[in-house]
């Protein structure tokens, strides 16, 4: 039985190698078949990160063939069949070992005829390893389709990171919107209006509602958009005047010796340190002499004089110096203390106004990413769906290399003063194809306060954005100055007959929501 | 037994029917296996192929008691088994005595055995089967060994009566007589118009072809190799759902476990023959035709298609390959 043993230990190895061959090509092509159908699927239900579906295709295919493999690992029994079919060997090898303990002369002249044919065998009668072809040609093919699959861009798969992006940056600006409205509700002060502060918070806070509750980007920009609007009703240009006002005032009073002060204070726009010396030169006048006090109400009136931007400061000052000619110095003490309140209030004002600045500016940064997201969807959309949208996208490109204001349909509406100085700032709408954007710019008004000036940027005809607009590379001016100026252009120029009348409509919605 | 003997037997004896008998060797082999199997054979050929010849020279040369019986339509049971005739002794009683009819030989060539009608075809079944007659009231053993060598006509049906399943089912064997080719013809004239005729010589006997019968019975046979005896027979019958689309088609019963026991027990023997000590497929393949010709039934659509039991066979063994 050695003999028998030891060829059959040598077929079973050939019969184990054939068939790990074998399994293994079919464990492949059930991979590749397997990985062609997740990209597939990947086309109509995108995954990402990809990769471990595939990873798991790959390995269910291997495992089945690995398992089938040894599933079919050869007894002796049959391997006894195999050597004898394979080898000529007419049924020696599986007789002799059904009955290897067997007794009586007959099974032992079988089993030394079948050890004889052992000693004899040429192994080389199994042939050579049986390759599988069918199933390599389809494991190959499989194989290329899917490699092809997954080389060629997959739609769903780029819309699907366009919404987790999407989502990304909507949680991202909500809360840089929640941080706004914390901040904003902890910077109250004194002698500002309580009313506008708590409008500022409320609306901040809405506003971050609604980014988060926001379908998508382009819902998200504009809820964004459209609270930068609302809070800029809360500007007050005329606060500024009043700053301007003060410091005249402080000019003039800084030329008294009794004043100068509360002048050189006002002058360097220190609203507050102004308002207390003017209290502290109220506090002081009953110790001073007549020549003193006319002096001083010579100057109180110049400074009136000069105070004209701000009525309320001119009439407390004109009152002081008057009252103190009459020699009533109580009612110029109290004249005075009214100036100082006026000063104070002023300061207030200015601070909201810069706590209001802040919030914009916060509003334009939380934007930024999302119209990232805008612009893609918008770009994609565009491809889908011709031509002309294309166009459309063109200068929504061209925009938004201004800053980034993407815009379907050839509507996209840019901010010229922010192109000029790389800060333009536009909102992308995909789907609509329209967009609306604010710039800003700070512009020196009577000191250092910000005046944020909407600009239009101007398209050509092939949809090749110039990046500029009236206000571009021009003294800037007043928003209410131009506000209506910019509306006629931005309805003239979109106005031809190209141009698609519900993006028409929604440029005239947008200068309406400015209040042009 | 010893194999070795075993062959030596079975070699003498194909080499001195070789003698007489020009090529055929496929056919003598078929035959020697039947009888060392003890079983029946029913040879199918044309007359003058050397049917009678072959049965007569293995009687000779086996050293058996031989008998012949022409089968005609008006042949009557009793002229094959023996009957009773009214004898008278010495003293002038009469009596009735047994007369032993042809069967009661070592090897009985019933030639053209389907010209007989059923009544005395079936007079065969009980010998062939049981290897006994049973004559009035009393039952009479046949001698051992008893062979029963069949001959039928295939191209002259007219008249004839066609064996019935049952009978045919009794041949262990069906063998086809091929017509010899040039040079065996040219043999055959050569030997049998020469001045001088082959002398047979005995070469084994009874009790040698019991002794081969009984080893070959030891033949060792693998379970893999009884499975596909089994396979083969049972895709004989229609019904199953081995049978190849041929036997679904032509054919109206199947094989009978008989035809087991022939495929079997003749590829035992062939193994022996073949010098091996176990059963293989091969000895299957090879008795597979002799053992299921005759077992295998066709219908009538098998006519119309001209399709006969060797292709039916030659499918099944495609098809089981």
Redesign the interface.
Known sequence: MTQIQTLLRKVRYRLVRDRALARGVQGATLAALLALAFELLQRRWPIDPAWPGLVACVGAGLGVGLVGWLRSWPSWEEVARAADRRLGGHERLTTALQFATEGGWIYARQRADAAAFAGRVDLTGLGPTPVPVRWLAVALAATAAAVTLALLPNPALQQLRLQRSFQTAQTQAAGQVDALAKQAAGQARPGENPAQRQALVRQLQQTAQAVRGAPDAQSAVAALSQAQNAIRQLQDPGVAQKKDAAAAAGQQLAQNPQSAAAGRALAGRDLQGGADRLRQLANSLPGTSQQQRQQLAQSLAQAAAAAGGDPGLQQALQQAANALQRGDVQGAQQALQRAAQEVQSTGAQDQFQGDVNQAINGLQQAKQPLEQQGQGQGQGQGQGQGQGQGQGQGQGQGQGQGQGQGQGQGQGQGQGQGQGQGQGQGQGQGTGGNGSGGGSRVKPAGGTEPVYVPGQAQSTDQGVNQGGGPGQGQELVPYGQVLSQYQQQAIQDVGRADIPEQEQQLVQQYFSGLGG | ME?ERFQALARAIEEELGKLIVGQQDLVRSVLIALIAGGHVLLEGQPGLGKTVLVRSLARVLDLSFSRVQFTPDLMPADVTGTHIVTEDESGRRRFEFQPGPIFANLLLADEINRATPKTQSALLEAMQERQVTVGERTRPLPRPFFVLATQNPIELEGTYPLPEAQLDRFFFKLLVPFPGPTELAEIARRTTGATEAELQVVAGADDLAQMGALAR????????MEQAVSLLLATHPERPEAPEEVRRYVRWGASPRGLQSLVLAGRIRALLEG????????LRAVAAPALRHRVFLNFEADAAAVDADQVVAAILEATA
């Not at chain 2, 030891?218 to 190799?225: G, H, N």
């Not at chain 2, 091996?276 to 000895?283: F, H, K, S, T």
């Open positions: 194999p030891e033949v060792p046979v693998a379970e893999a190799v091996r000590y176990n059963l293989a497929v091969e000895d």
